[in-house]
């Protein structure tokens, strides 16, 4: 069973940068599409970013521009640098295989405000 821990979330201004990191356990990682998903307070979770195993990514529209997804295959860690932060970003942010998901991580919280 593979486990996921995010970190790097938490209080930022607005325009401020983050970089969120999500370590996976287990040797499937290098081979798997990655994704970081958000939920905020009262909404569904949403998938905010994409990587494959070659290195594509692929972003929602909100945060084209602003977010950068990368991986490292042999630390078995996926990024997320989160820049020019809206208030709007402020979610719980949790990493995943795209597609069925395993078992989720705890998230790390992200919150934009003043």
């Known amino acids: 069973q593979v486990q996921l821990v995010e970190s790097g979330g938490g209080l930022v201004q607005p325009g401020g940068s983050l970089r969120l990191s999500c370590a996976a356990s287990?040797?499937?990682?290098?081979?798997?599409?990655m994704a970081w998903y958000r939920q905020a307070p009262g909404k569904q979770r949403e998938l905010v970013a994409t990587?494959?195993?070659?290195?594509?990514?692929g972003y929602t529209d909100s945060v084209k521009g602003r977010f950068a997804i990368s991986r490292d295959n042999a630390k078995n860690t996926v990024y997320l640098q989160m820049n020019s932060l809206k208030p709007e970003d402020t979610a719980v942010y949790y990493c995943?295989?795209?597609?069925?998901?395993?078992?989720w991580g705890q998230g790390t919280q992200v919150t934009v405000s003043s």
């Open positions: 287990g040797s499937i990682f290098s081979i798997t599409t």
């Open positions: 990587i494959s195993n070659y290195g594509n990514t």
């Open positions: 995943n295989k795209l597609g069925i998901s395993w078992a």
